[in-house]
């Protein structure tokens, strides 16, 4: 699978930070449920400005692409949040975020800040697994009675579970970089060896029963 440079760019700014790690013997659990030999915590992005800038831009460059019509950038709580809101700043955009469920008290709003019924809003999600967070957080768009017209994340593990939920849910999503690009970048750069790379293809081949 080929890559662009923007999505290298990115995986070479993750990997510099430390932001991707491996464990194979020890597999993380995702969000999901899902065993991983790889975790990448985009969070870490927020503690260096010039990564935070770069994401931020290329962002910005794929609203006015595929939704130069937005009119609310919506962050996925937690980690898509930050990102949503420098994405909204640099275009003037209204900025709201949205939980993963309702409030248990006060105002009992998924939906923080404003998203009016008909708007047109981009969510914004730090990284795609299997999609659920992101496209739960589209679906409270579309229960508020506006559209969702995409969703945009700085990394995707390119699942095929996620692929057909995203297809399923009729929703584009665009992402700055991605699993193909990053084990690539990192194995050029000597960051993970041939044996490391045996262990991804392995998992990435059946990443449910993986670990199991
Ligand atoms: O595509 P998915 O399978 O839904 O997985 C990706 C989600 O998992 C992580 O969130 P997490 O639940 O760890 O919460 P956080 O954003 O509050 O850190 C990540 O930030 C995404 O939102
Ligand atoms: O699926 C997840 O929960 C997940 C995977 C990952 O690599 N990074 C992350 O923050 N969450």
């Known amino acids: 699978?080929?890559?662009?440079?923007?999505?290298?760019?990115?995986?070479?700014?993750?990997l510099n930070i430390q932001a991707v790690a491996l464990r194979p013997n020890e597999p993380f659990t995702w969000t999901s449920g899902m065993k991983s030999p790889i975790y990448?915590?985009?969070r870490l992005t927020m503690s260096y400005p010039e990564i935070r800038d770069a994401i931020a831009e290329g962002f910005a460059s794929l609203v006015k692409q595929y939704a130069p019509d937005a009119e609310v950038i919506a962050g996925t709580a937690t980690a898509?949040?930050?990102?949503?809101?420098?994405v909204a700043d640099k275009l003037g955009l209204p900025m709201?975020?949205?939980r993963d469920k309702a409030k248990g008290h006060g105002k009992q709003n998924q939906i923080e800040g404003i998203i009016r019924p008909g708007q047109k809003v981009v969510v914004i999600e730090d990284l795609i697994s299997t999609g659920g967070s992101s496209l739960k957080a589209a679906l409270?768009?579309?229960?508020?009675?506006?559209?969702p017209l995409a969703v945009l994340a700085?990394?995707?593990?390119?699942?095929?579970?996620?692929?057909?939920?995203?297809?399923?849910?009729g929703i584009p999503l665009r992402t700055l970089s991605n699993?193909?690009?990053?084990t690539q970048t990192a194995l050029d750069h000597g960051v993970i060896q041939a044996e490391d790379m045996d262990v991804l293809q392995a998992w990435r081949h059946d990443p449910t029963t993986w670990g199991n």
Not at 80 to 86: Q, R
Not at 179 to 182: G, I, K, P, R, S
Request: charged share 20%.
């Open 1 to 14: 699978m080929t890559t662009t440079n923007l999505e290298r760019t990115i995986a070479q700014h993750l």
């Open 40 to 42: 990448c915590d985009n």
């Open 80 to 86: 898509g949040i930050p990102h949503a809101a420098w």
């Open 96 to 98: 709201a975020y949205i």
């Open 140 to 147: 409270a768009v579309k229960e508020a009675g506006a559209e």
């Open 154 to 169: 700085i990394f995707s593990y390119q699942l095929e579970k996620a692929t057909s939920a995203f297809e399923e849910a």
């Open 179 to 182: 699993y193909t690009a990053l």
